[in-house]
């Protein structure tokens, strides 16, 4: 009778599968190999597992680079115009490298699918609608705890065109680098290793940890996840990128008004 019930549930053989352990051939349906007893891997599950260990490694690798040139910011040395291009220059190349090398992943989100322009419209009537409010709790929070204010604009003012300068290096360059490395690169490495929820919140965590400012963190988190599930809904940096420019932007033009006002 056991006879008659094993032929009925035959073992297909998987051409070329065989053992790592003892180099036995196995089934398609075998979960442990009959010569060794060890537990089978399956193909598709060797792929996945070399996948994840990928993302890992480039993960760590760009973990490293980011984290070694922004700590440079904590250096008088390094706070002159020439060092802002030479870091920002790297970081975009790092952006641009990164991407390439995933070029099949981070491809599709180069693309603006299902454009609307009233969807842009309202999220950068948002992203100028937060800046607001952001300057003005970061300037409460530098006055009343540390009784100084922080101003993008006066490191340019001792160059030549400084307006232009602060809108290059603090909007433009951050709208386009950091959302190719934040959120095509990095949010779509750790969509490799976690779940979804988990990639944008451990994506946001980090795009705050690396502007290297504490209190910054109160609304760099929560900026992060805003631009990240938005990435993830409409499938493209776009949306994300012109968010990052107004809302960057807007802290621009706040702070040379400001400066002109003053003076």
Same mark, same amino acid.
């Given at each position: 009778?056991?006879?008659?019930?094993?032929?009925?549930?035959?073992?297909?053989?998987?051409?070329?599968?065989?053992?790592?352990?003892?180099?036995?051939?196995?089934?398609?349906?075998?979960?442990?190999?009959?010569?060794?007893?060890?537990?089978?891997?399956?193909?598709?599950?060797?792929?996945?597992?070399?996948?994840?260990?990928?993302? %890992?490694?480039?993960? =760590?690798? !760009?973990?490293? +680079?980011?984290?070694? #040139?922004?700590?440079?910011?904590?250096?008088?040395? @390094?706070?002159?115009?020439?060092?802002?291009?030479?870091?920002?220059?790297?970081?975009?190349?790092?952006?641009?490298?990164?991407?390439?090398?995933?070029?099949?992943?981070?491809?599709?989100?180069?693309?603006?699918?299902?454009?609307?322009?009233?969807?842009?419209?309202?999220?950068?009537?948002?992203?100028?609608?937060?800046?607001?409010?952001?300057?003005?709790?970061?300037?409460?929070?530098?006055?009343?705890?540390?009784?100084?204010?922080?101003?993008?604009?006066?490191?340019?003012?001792?160059?030549?065109?400084? %307006?232009?300068?602060? =809108?290059? !290096?603090?909007? +433009?360059?951050?709208? #386009?680098?950091?959302?190719?490395?934040?959120?095509? @690169?990095?949010?779509?490495?750790?969509?490799?290793?976690?779940?979804?929820?988990?990639?944008?919140?451990?994506?946001?965590?980090?795009?705050?940890?690396?502007?290297?400012?504490?209190?910054?963190?109160?609304?760099?988190?929560?900026?992060?996840?805003?631009?990240?599930?938005?990435?993830?809904?409409?499938?493209?940096?776009?949306?994300?990128?012109?968010?990052?420019?107004?809302?960057?932007?807007?802290?621009?033009?706040?702070?040379?008004?400001?400066?002109?006002?003053?003076?």
């Amino acid at each position: 009778m056991s006879d008659e019930i094993e032929a009925e549930i035959p073992v297909v053989e998987t051409a070329g599968a065989k053992c790592t352990n003892c180099d036995a051939p196995f089934g398609e349906n075998d979960r442990f190999c009959r010569a060794c007893g060890v537990q089978l891997v399956p193909p598709e599950d060797e792929n996945a597992a070399y996948k994840k260990w990928n993302a %890992i490694r480039q993960l =760590i690798l !760009f973990f490293v +680079i980011e984290g070694i #040139i922004c700590a440079c910011s904590f250096t008088k040395a @390094f706070h002159t115009l020439g060092w802002l291009i030479f870091m920002d220059v790297t970081l975009a190349v790092m952006a641009i490298t990164f991407v390439s090398l995933n070029w099949s992943i981070c491809r599709p989100l180069l693309k603006w699918h299902n454009f609307s322009a009233g969807r842009l419209v309202g999220y950068c009537l948002l992203a100028v609608l937060a800046s607001c409010a952001v300057g003005f709790a970061a300037d409460w929070i530098n006055e009343t705890l540390f009784s100084k204010r922080e101003s993008y604009t006066l490191f340019f003012a001792s160059y030549k065109h400084p %307006i232009l300068l602060c =809108i290059i !290096f603090t909007a +433009i360059a951050p709208a #386009i680098f950091e959302e190719l490395a934040f959120r095509v @690169f990095l949010l779509g490495k750790l969509l490799v290793v976690l779940e979804k929820n988990q990639a944008v919140f451990l994506s946001a965590f980090m795009f705050g940890i690396m502007h290297m400012s504490f209190i910054s963190l109160i609304w760099l988190i929560p900026f992060g996840l805003w631009v990240g599930f938005i990435r993830i809904r409409q499938n493209t940096m776009w949306y994300g990128s012109c968010i990052h420019f107004c809302f960057n932007f807007t802290v621009c033009i706040s702070e040379i008004w400001q400066t002109s006002y003053h003076h």
